[in-house]
T-cell receptor
Framework: GNSVTQMEGPVTLSEEAFLTINCTYT??????LFWYVQYPGEGLQLLLK?????DKGSNKGFEATYRKETTSFHLEKGSVQVSDSAVYFC???????????FGTGTRLTIIP | DAGVTQSPTHLIKTRGQQVTLRCSPK?????VSWYQQALGQGPQFIFQ???????QRGNFPDRFSGHQFPNYSSELNVNALLLGDSALYLC????????????FGNGTRLTVT
């Protein structure tokens, strides 16, 4: 079946540091890939997505590239801010199946 | 434009009781999905409703049931509550043509004692 493996947290960085959160997946065919963010006390917000190989999703300074050869979708940001502190989830769906399969999440804390 | 709204925000129930959670989808959306998020875990898919029918179901027991109304709102019912049902329950809505639910509510925090 489908699965998503995320870099274990928690991750703590200083403000303006470079961020990478690793995500790899197992799926048949060509899944669509997503990053969701969950701020304290809130539900999930879609951060970015990519629907085919080599697509790059980007939003709010975050970006991730769909790499089929390495089955990866790593999240990156060049300069993090305190407001980026949250839990980040990598997820996938398969074509014709809207069910999202999530990773376990990575808690990110940015210190001033 | 209101997004996905869920009620109540918090709920405390006793083991063996029954609970109903409610969700109103984002305006224009016709599909509602429910997810269970245990503490420190990623959300797990429970089921999805479209045109008032259960369209897809995850690996959850029959104690979990749902309903979708003609106005696209939805309910999640859980019978015979277990301590392990304590979790954040998330509702997500989408339009049928979308590839995945893009809009989540803030969830209902259920505590079973």
């Amino acid at each position: 079946g489908n699965s998503v493996t995320q870099m274990e947290g928690p991750v703590t960085l200083s403000e303006e540091a470079f961020l990478t959160i690793n995500c790899t997946y197992t799926a048949t065919g060509y899944p669509s890939l997503f990053w969701y963010v969950q701020y304290p006390g809130e539900g999930l917000q879609l951060l970015l997505k990519a629907t085919k190989a080599d697509d790059k999703g980007s939003n709010k300074g975050f970006e991730a590239t769909y790499r089929k050869e390495t089955t990866s979708f790593h999240l990156e940001k060049g300069s993090v801010q305190v407001s980026d502190s949250a839990v980040y989830f990598c997820a996938l769906t398969q074509f014709g199946n809207e069910k999202l399969t999530f990773g376990t999440g990575t808690r990110l804390t940015i210190i001033p | 434009d209101a997004g996905v709204t869920q009620s109540p925000t918090h709920l405390i129930k006793t083991r063996g009781q029954q609970v109903t959670l409610r969700c109103s989808p984002k305006s224009g959306h016709d599909t509602v999905s429910w997810y269970q998020q245990a503490l420190g875990q990623g959300p797990q898919f429970i089921f999805q409703y479209y045109e008032e029918e259960e369209r897809q179901r995850g690996n959850f027991p029959d104690r979990f049931s749902g309903h979708q109304f003609p106005n696209y709102s939805s309910e999640l019912n859980v019978n015979a509550l277990l301590l392990g049902d304590s979790a954040l329950y998330l509702c997500a809505s989408s339009f049928v043509a979308e590839s995945a639910p893009l809009h989540f509510g803030n969830g209902t925090r259920l505590t079973v004692t």
